[in-house]
């Protein structure tokens, strides 16, 4: 069967990173936006019979969903086989509850919208906090590739002697098994956050890794806040920031720069989303492994 990679919204590097692991070709997309902001987009290579696979940075997400409802609408009146979405990073999971009257549930009705116009999804370490796993709340099959084996073989190449730390409750799922593949200690924070700006974190006793250098690891970064006061609690108890890892770097405004001013000496990301300049931590290998298991079954 051919399988054709269509980039959504400038994902062209990792379009053709994913059409190269699967064996495919990338198919090109004309978009625009007429004068009124409405999209204009057209498939500009044969896809009847194909397995199409659109790729896309869901940062920032709103304009891009609309693209890809449109997208795989378009596909299957074009003929196409199955249209699966590869998105490293996940947008739409903060909101998995409702905490006060009257919200919406975001990541939920992401979900159902998403389930119904693609049929796969693949992604890199959703935001999984308070839904199990996707199966929960996706209806289509889905799948989640860690990033904890490629960000363990940096930390054993880069910093072997290394504390692997946790800014908060949250981070624990990442730093344990970080650390267990990395072979060192991990710790983690408790965190308690007063607005999008203002948090407190509190630790463990850390004295037996006084002199050890720190790897902060975190699944999403936007304001930075919180790396910001977990370098800064971590400096006055004499841990070494060696480096802040970051899953998916959202750095809105001038996060980077704070994280580095804060006493970070490295700042690492893996690249779910473009970040020029910055050390890159590659999950486009496994995550196309993971687009050939999904693709696989409606082959047969």
């Given amino acids: 069967m051919t399988t054709r990679v269509i980039a959504v919204g400038g994902a062209d590097a990792a379009a053709a990173r994913l059409a190269a692991c699967l064996g495919g070709t990338v198919c090109p997309l004309a978009q625009r936006r007429f004068p009124d902001g409405e999209h204009y987009l057209r498939v500009l290579g044969a896809v009847e019979g194909a397995d199409v696979v659109l790729v896309a940075h869901l940062h920032p997400v709103d304009p891009l969903l609309v693209d890809i409802v449109f997208l795989a609408d378009a596909l299957r009146e074009l003929g196409a086989r199955q249209v699966g979405l590869v998105v490293p990073y996940l947008a739409y999971m903060?909101?998995?509850?409702?905490?006060q009257p009257g919200e919406a549930v975001t990541s939920v009705s992401f979900a159902r919208l998403l389930s119904r116009s693609v049929d796969w999804l693949a992604?890199?370490?959703?935001?999984?906090?308070?839904?199990?796993?996707?199966?929960?709340?996706?209806?289509?099959?889905?799948?989640?590739?860690?990033?904890?084996?490629?960000?363990?073989r940096w930390i054993r190449?880069?910093?072997p002697d290394a504390v692997v730390v946790g800014p908060d409750e949250e981070s624990g799922q990442w730093v344990d098994e970080v650390a267990r593949l990395a072979g060192c200690p991990g710790i983690t924070g408790?965190?308690?956050?007063?607005?999008?700006?203002?948090?407190?974190?509190?630790?463990p006793a850390l004295q037996p890794w006084r002199g050890r250098p720190a790897v902060l690891v975190d699944d999403i970064?936007?304001?930075?806040?919180?790396?910001?006061?977990?370098?800064?609690g971590l400096g006055a108890q004499g841990l070494q920031a060696a480096a802040c890892v970051v899953v998916h770097g959202l750095f809105e405004q001038d996060a980077a720069q704070r994280l580095q001013a804060a006493g970070a000496s490295r700042l690492v990301v893996c690249n779910t989303l473009p970040q020029p300049g910055l050390p890159l931590i590659d999950v486009l290998g496994d995550l196309a492994e993971a687009a050939a298991r999904l693709i696989a079954p409606r082959q047969g």
Avoid: C, M, N
């Fill in 94 to 99: 903060r909101q998995d509850r409702r905490f």
């Fill in 123 to 152: 992604t890199v370490d959703p935001h999984l906090h308070r839904h199990a796993a996707l199966s929960a709340i996706y209806s289509v099959p889905a799948l989640a590739v860690p990033s904890a084996p490629a960000i363990a």
């Fill in 157 to 159: 190449a880069e910093v």
């Fill in 190 to 203: 408790r965190k308690l956050r007063h607005g999008d700006r203002s948090v407190e974190i509190t630790w």
């Fill in 221 to 232: 970064v936007s304001s930075g806040q919180t790396l910001v006061t977990a370098l800064q």
